[in-house]
């Protein structure tokens, strides 16, 4: 009976020991992806094609000098994937917003989409009243001058006035790029304003729904338990699709207590719907991956 119980234990550790070697393998080789697109891209100068149509919520409209400023984000929409998982139109209006409120007149911003209809994306900038002037790049000149990465988290660009690259990533996505962007426009050095880090528990990171129906919000709960000493602080959270909005606590959650991630999901296409949820916190990963799945009819 004992050694069936130490054989048991045993086999338990090993499978644990197996995961968290799966576990730091992807997050190496995720790291190895990020250094090498950084090494590859940072420093390259950016070329535009010589002449695009330029509009606002589907009206034809002039760049604005958009070209002339200081500091330019560039970001590429391609017509692959989910179009409206890729705009993120409500978090590109806070990026603008704030922008304009620290760094007056000196970003532009450089909105490039390869679309597969002009009348979706017409569509989307309408419904997301986004009224800041757009590229509709219809033959994709732009990605086949400059070879954009693959990947839609490194598809964005901020870069001096001469189009050279100077940090690579999306900070729609994350907001620590978004921060690496502002410091490079205000010309600040990087401070470590990290909180002290805490333990967390989930009862479960990845949820399945049935059930689910086109344009029907449906809502998942993820709970969250603070297991260390100090206040669990949920800095922000990012989703992976437009379909999808979370909600959660602002303030600062005691040691013991437990916090509730309401993602509420409106799903905008048909089959098999795959969706993450980041949340930034002050945990060693720094970043926590909820994840929603479900078939929609």
């Not at 990533?169 to 401070?191: A, D, T």
């Not at 909005?245 to 409106?266: A, F, H, Y």
Request: proline share 5%.
């Amino acid at each position: 009976m004992l050694t069936c119980y130490i054989r048991n234990i045993f086999k338990s550790i090993i499978v644990l020991l197996f995961f968290l070697f799966l576990f730091s393998c992807k997050k190496n080789e995720r790291q190895q992806t990020i250094e090498r697109v950084v090494k590859e891209w940072v420093g390259k100068t950016v070329v535009f094609p010589e002449s695009l149509k330029c509009k606002i919520m589907g009206q034809d409209t002039l760049s604005h000098g958009l070209f002339q400023k200081p500091y330019k984000i560039l970001l590429y929409v391609d017509s692959m994937g989910c179009t409206s998982c890729k705009l993120r139109m409500p978090e590109w209006k806070k990026i603008i917003q704030e922008t304009d409120s620290i760094a007056p007149d000196q970003v532009g911003f450089l909105v490039f989409f390869y679309p597969r209809s002009i009348k979706e994306l017409d569509y989307m900038l309408m419904r997301d009243q986004f009224d800041y002037p757009v590229f509709v790049d219809e033959h994709n000149e732009i990605d086949k001058k400059n070879q954009f990465p693959k990947e839609m988290s490194f598809q964005c660009f901020l870069l001096d006035e001469n189009n050279k690259v100077l940090v690579v990533g999306n900070p729609s996505i994350n907001p620590q790029i978004w921060e690496l962007y502002k410091q490079k426009i205000l010309g600040k050095k990087m401070v470590n304003k990290a909180s002290p880090n805490t333990l967390i528990e989930i009862s479960q990171s990845e949820m399945e729904i049935s059930g689910l129906e086109l344009e029907k919000v449906f809502v998942a709960t993820f709970r969250l338990t603070n297991k260390g000493n100090i206040p669990l602080i949920i800095k922000d959270i990012k989703s992976s699709c437009g379909c999808t909005l979370p909600q959660w606590d602002k303030s600062p959650i005691k040691s013991g207590d437990e916090t509730q991630i309401r993602v509420e999901i409106k799903p905008d296409e048909i089959g098999y719907f795959h969706k993450t949820v980041d949340v930034y916190c002050n945990v060693e990963e720094q970043v926590l991956q909820l994840s929603i799945k479900g078939n929609v009819k």
